[in-house]
């Protein structure tokens, strides 16, 4: 990746709207027991469970792009919707606590009798919450539609924040996320990391960012693999879509935790040309990628990724016993959390592709932590000794 693609990229991402939420560059630091248990020294964590807002996460990169678009339109509340242990719904609602607005968060589920875990918190963030029962997805976001209608008819501004946050315009977190990267790991080899080195200004990543064991001799070899959760797809779409912008500095371990493998791609190529098509509405150069409409766009997108299926297991939300397995050694080698439905997965599948030597050993991996720890004390039923 040249200097001239990153510089590029960041420039166009400066004509949307955005404001500054979280404590941005996240930490990049190794994972040496852990590493150790499929017998690699080069593994790698990039923690956006340490975003800031709200006990951090993923979602906090596209709230920054959604609350400057709504603050530039003029809104004066925001609305979103998810289950009762919703991390978007959880961050949105600290997000709007920040900026000063209004949040509603809609709930297809009953209103429990016990706040706990994301619930909770956005509680304490002082959200008002809208309980719809137990009803579809398609349900919700109509009842969504319904309350903003009600708000704009007594003069309100609402903002949608819709989807989980899986928009072209939330995508661009991500996109932004994987400079970061980029930028992060040539400093911290000291702008000698072969495909991932950015040529970071001075100045541009925090050594407090790092970890201190980290000291890489100019000559270390760059991060070729990142493992990403792939869920709604928002996220990893946004990672892949920056990796293809930014010439494949790495690769994309996607592993799903939602969807069977053939659907994920689907909703990745989706959102991957919609948020491509919003940037080369705002006068991206051609040379960067290929048309979104084109045939090549999907070749394009598939050269940054691979997206495993395997880790699933029963479905969505339900742990396989690696993944359970894997969220206690995280805990006990590495004093690192991960919970059930997103993190713990991603990680068992990253340390399995390495034991099954699908990534080699001497390989330098990284596994991108999207947060959600919130949910682990609703999950604490099924965690007990």
């Known amino acids: 990746m040249d200097t001239h693609r990153l510089s590029t990229l960041k420039a166009l991402l400066g004509r949307f709207p955005r404001i500054d939420l979280g404590f941005f ?20 964590a990039k923690r956006d469970d340490l975003t800031g807002l709200g006990l951090g996460g993923n979602k906090v990169r596209s709230l920054e792009f959604f609350l400057g678009q709504a603050l530039a339109e003029g809104a004066d509340v925001i609305i979103t919707a998810g289950g ?8 949105t609602a600290a997000a709007a606590a920040k900026v000063g607005l209004e949040c509603v968060l809609v709930h297809n589920d009953d209103r429990p009798a016990f706040y706990q875990g994301n619930m909770l918190l956005s509680h304490l963030f002082g959200a008002r919450e809208v309980f719809l029962g137990r009803v579809d997805e398609e349900a919700r976001a109509r009842a969504v539609e319904d309350v903003a209608a009600q708000l704009r008819r007594t ?22 996320a994987t400079a970061e990267l980029c930028e992060q790991w040539s400093g911290l080899s ?28 100019p000559s270390s070899p760059p991060i070729r ?8 797809a928002g996220t990893v779409s946004g990672l892949v879509l920056g990796v293809a912008l930014l010439g494949h500095p790495f690769h994309v371990q996607v592993i799903s935790v939602e969807y069977p493998e053939p659907h994920l791609r689907g909703l990745i190529h989706d959102l991957g040309a919609r948020a491509w098509a919003l940037l080369r509405a ?16 999907a070749d394009w997108l598939n050269a940054a990724m691979t997206i495993h299926g395997d880790y699933l297991g029963p479905g969505y939300a339900i742990p396989t016993e690696l993944s359970r397995r894997v969220l206690f050694d995280a805990a006990r080698l590495e004093g690192l959390l ?20 699908v990534i080699t050993r001497g390989e330098p991996c990284c596994f991108w932590h999207t947060g959600g720890l ?12």
């Open 155 to 176: 003069g309100r501004r609402p903002y949608v924040v819709a989807n989980g946050a899986s928009t072209p315009l939330g995508v661009l977190g991500y996109v932004r």
């Open 282 to 297: 705002a006068e991206a150069p051609a040379e960067l990628g290929p048309d979104p409409e084109s045939d090549a766009f």
């Open 338 to 357: 991960v919970e059930d439905v997103y993190t713990s997965k991603t990680l068992a599948g990253l340390l399995d592709l390495i034991h099954r030597g």
């Open 190 to 217: 000291g702008g000698a990391a072969g495909a991932c080195s950015a040529g970071a200004p001075s100045g541009g990543v925090s050594s407090a960012r790092v970890s201190p064991a980290a000291n890489l001799a």
């Open 374 to 385: 919130a949910a682990l004390f609703a999950q604490a039923d099924k965690l007990q000794p």
């Open 25 to 44: 560059p996240t930490p990049l630091h190794t994972l040496p027991r852990l590493g150790r248990t499929v017998g690699h020294d080069h593994l790698w």
């Open 225 to 232: 693999q990142v493992a990403m959760v792939g869920a709604m």
């Open 84 to 91: 009762l242990q919703s991390n978007l719904c959880r961050l």
